[in-house]
């Protein structure tokens, strides 16, 4: 099982990377009109506060099944 999952992970790995070799030939005005007004930062702080919450869910979560594990053995 293990295997198979650190396999996926790998040839995902390798997809991105060659996909990135690939010109992209894309306009970035939204990017640069959000950083020139400032609201990149609303953003990423956006981001990051969802990224946090994921990250502090799946802490609890990983703490109430190891209490839980306890209690069954």
């Given at each position: 099982?293990?295997?198979?999952?650190?396999?996926?992970?790998?040839?995902?790995?390798?997809?991105?990377?060659?996909?990135?070799?690939?010109?992209?030939?894309?306009?970035?005005?939204?990017?640069?009109?959000?950083?020139?007004?400032?609201?990149?930062?609303?953003?990423?702080?956006?981001?990051?506060?969802?990224?946090?919450?994921?990250?502090?869910?799946?802490?609890?979560?990983?703490?109430?099944?190891?209490?839980?594990e306890?209690?069954?053995?």
């Amino acid at each position: 099982m293990k295997k198979k999952f650190y396999l996926t992970i790998v040839l995902a790995f390798f997809a991105l990377q060659m996909q990135a070799q690939q010109p992209v030939v894309q306009e970035t005005e939204m990017a640069d009109l959000m950083r020139g007004n400032g609201k990149i930062y609303v953003v990423i702080a956006v981001m990051l506060t969802i990224l946090a919450g994921l990250i502090g869910y799946l802490i609890r979560l990983e703490r109430k099944m190891a209490r839980l594990e306890k209690e069954i053995y």
